[in-house]
Nanobody
Framework: VQLQASGGGLVQAGDSLRLSCAAS????????MGWFRQAPGKEREFVAG????????SYVDSVKGRFTISRDNAKDTVYLQMNSLKSEDTAVYYC?????????????????WGRGTQVTVSS
């Protein structure tokens, strides 16, 4: 499956952004989806994940209550709504797909990765 993330940009602290990740090539609804991010000088980290139906979601503690992951299987797209952005949210954000329905938060759980989209939050 091919993944294309978009929606990043430069915003001020407290603003909102919505990232989108469009999938193509395989049956999107069969894949568990995740969002990861990588800040300069840091390792890539899990941000949020969503089950194939969208009924199940998980978040890293630092974004709980601020970020919401969702998906539209009819549009083959997963979203990450980011509210109350902080400077520490600055990173390149990546979407990823996993054919392992038990996939968790590890990078190795995911089979396919999109190119990242830069999110910069100025304080």
């Amino acid at each position: 499956v091919q993944l294309q993330a978009s929606g990043g940009g430069l915003v001020q602290a407290g603003d909102s952004l919505r990232l989108s990740c469009a999938a193509s090539g395989r049956t999107f609804s069969r894949y568990l989806m995740g969002w990861f991010r990588q800040a300069p000088g840091k390792e890539r980290e899990f941000v949020a994940g969503i089950s194939t139906s969208g009924a199940g979601t998980s978040y890293v503690d630092s974004v709980k209550g601020r970020f919401t992951i969702s998906r539209d299987n009819a549009k083959d797209t997963v979203y990450l709504q980011m509210n109350s952005l902080k400077s520490e949210d600055t990173a390149v954000y990546y979407c990823a797909a996993s054919s392992n329905l038990g996939a968790g938060r590890r990078l190795n759980d995911y089979d396919y990765w999109g190119r990242g989209t830069q999110v910069t939050v100025s304080s």
